[in-house]
């Protein structure tokens, strides 16, 4: 199963071997498996993987100031904005947004903790709270 990236908002989304499939079809299936949930959980995961992934692939750089760790932190968020097709659109044109990734769709204790690992402030934008808080 594959999630299309740089969809628009009627878009539908989801593909098996290549072939258009439903949310309301993913949704049944779950259900018959006794898994509870929807098919966009599946948008925080791979935001969430995204964020991981990416981090893994250029880490920060331990030396940076708080503004150039946020900047290079809302770069990732801008770009896993892009890839699940949240844009602003401001006098006509549409650009990503880091804030719909940042708030809704990569984990909270994932980005909070990042922050925390390399010895950061947490951000106000960056301080969702989770089920459990990190302690």
Same mark, same amino acid.
């Given at each position: 199963?594959?999630?299309?990236? #740089?969809? *628009? @908002?009627?878009?539908?989304? %989801?593909?098996?071997?290549?072939?258009?499939?439903?949310?309301?079809? !993913?949704r049944?299936?779950?259900?018959?498996?006794?898994?509870e949930s929807?098919?966009?959980?599946?948008?925080?995961?791979r935001?969430?993987?995204?964020?991981?992934?990416?981090? #893994?692939? *250029? @880490?920060?750089?331990?030396k %940076?100031t708080?503004?150039?760790?946020?900047?290079y932190?809302?770069? !990732?968020?801008?770009?896993?904005?892009?890839?699940?097709?949240?844009?602003?659109?401001?006098d006509?044109?549409?650009t990503?947004?880091?804030?719909?990734?940042?708030?809704?769709?990569?984990d909270?204790?994932?980005?909070?903790?990042?922050?925390?690992?390399?010895?950061m402030?947490?951000?106000?934008?960056?301080d969702?709270?989770?089920?459990?808080?990190?302690?």
């Amino acid at each position: 199963m594959t999630l299309k990236s #740089k969809v *628009k @908002p009627n878009d539908i989304i %989801w593909q098996i071997n290549g072939e258009v499939i439903s949310g309301g079809e !993913i949704r049944r299936y779950l259900k018959s498996t006794g898994f509870e949930s929807s098919p966009h959980k599946f948008r925080h995961l791979r935001a969430t993987m995204m964020f991981i992934n990416a981090l #893994k692939e *250029k @880490p920060p750089n331990k030396k %940076w100031t708080q503004l150039q760790f946020e900047t290079y932190i809302k770069s !990732i968020l801008t770009e896993i904005g892009n890839q699940l097709g949240h844009v602003r659109t401001i006098d006509g044109v549409a650009t990503p947004t880091w804030a719909t990734a940042a708030k809704s769709y990569v984990d909270p204790y994932t980005l909070k903790n990042t922050f925390k690992l390399y010895d950061m402030r947490i951000p106000v934008w960056a301080d969702a709270k989770e089920k459990e808080d990190v302690e």
